[in-house]
Nanobody, 123 residues
Framework: QVQLVESGGGLVQPGGSLRLSCAAS????????MHWYRQAPGKQRELVAAITRGGTTNYADSVKTRFAISRDNAKNTVSLQMNSLKPEDTGVYFC?????????????????WGQGTQVTVSS
């Protein structure tokens, strides 16, 4: 079994900062790309940031200059530092990862989601 558990959400005023963390646990052989998605009320889930195992990052245009994604391969964690938060950043933030699972005789890559953490930006 593999689990992704997010933490760090909450209520913050516009202009403030939050740091989200996500820890992967279970029968993990390796983790390839890791992502943060968000879903605002009444909207589709969207990709916010992504990071490869080697550290190459990619961001949505709306967060490019304000958010920073990072990971610790030894600890199987990924973080999202969010600065200069805006009300439109409000939503549920989900961790997502492409995880290689080692079975009895083979390895396979599967995509996993965390349960989400609420971020609310409001005065």
């Amino acid at each position: 079994q593999v689990q992704l558990v997010e933490s760090g959400g909450g209520l913050v005023q516009p202009g403030g900062s939050l740091r989200l963390s996500c820890a992967a646990s279970g029968s993990i052989f390796n983790i390839n790309a890791m992502h943060w998605y968000r879903q605002a009320p009444g909207k589709q889930r969207e990709l916010v940031a992504a990071i490869t195992r080697g550290g190459t990052t990619n961001y949505a245009d709306s967060v490019k200059t304000r958010f920073a994604i990072s990971r610790d391969n030894a600890k199987n964690t990924v973080s999202l530092q969010m600065n200069s938060l805006k009300p439109e950043d409000t939503g549920v933030y989900f961790c997502n990862a492409d995880i290689i699972i080692q079975g009895l005789t083979t390895m396979s890559e599967r995509n996993y989601w965390g349960q989400g953490t609420q971020v609310t930006v409001s005065s």
